[in-house]
């Protein structure tokens, strides 16, 4: 399973209206940490598969949304329940980080 791609279109289907937890990666193709945390999004998106939605968000191409949750540093991970932001990871951060924030979004969905 891979991480499904945000848009500013999609993003209240995908992400405020979505049953599950979700994890939003919001990033660029130029930003140097957001390709240091990739693999780790795409290990979460494997692991956590069918519990928690993974996805990412390119901030050049879907300005909105990333102006709505005041991204102004990338990569920024936000972490959604019942379309609600409950916990927020800016810049490369170990797996370990990402995993336990992951679990506690689990243990109160």
């Known amino acids: 399973m891979h991480p499904i791609t945000i848009t500013d279109d999609n993003f209240e ?5 979505s049953d599950k937890p979700v994890i939003i990666d919001f990033w660029a193709a130029w930003c140097g940490p957001c390709r240091m945390i990739a693999p780790i999004i795409e290990d979460l998106a494997k692991e956590y ?3 928690i939605k993974i996805g990412k968000l390119d901030v050049d191409d879907n300005q909105n ?4 949750f ?3 540093s990338i990569p920024t991970v936000l972490f959604f329940n019942n ?3 409950k916990d927020t990871i800016i810049g490369a951060v170990p797996k370990s980080q990402f995993v336990e924030k992951a679990n ?4 109160t969905a």
Do not use: M
């Open 13 to 17: 289907q995908e992400v405020l209206k």
């Open 49 to 51: 598969d069918g519990k």
């Open 65 to 68: 949304t990333s102006i709505k």
């Open 70 to 72: 005041g991204v102004r």
């Open 83 to 85: 379309g609600e932001v």
């Open 104 to 107: 506690s979004i689990l243990a």
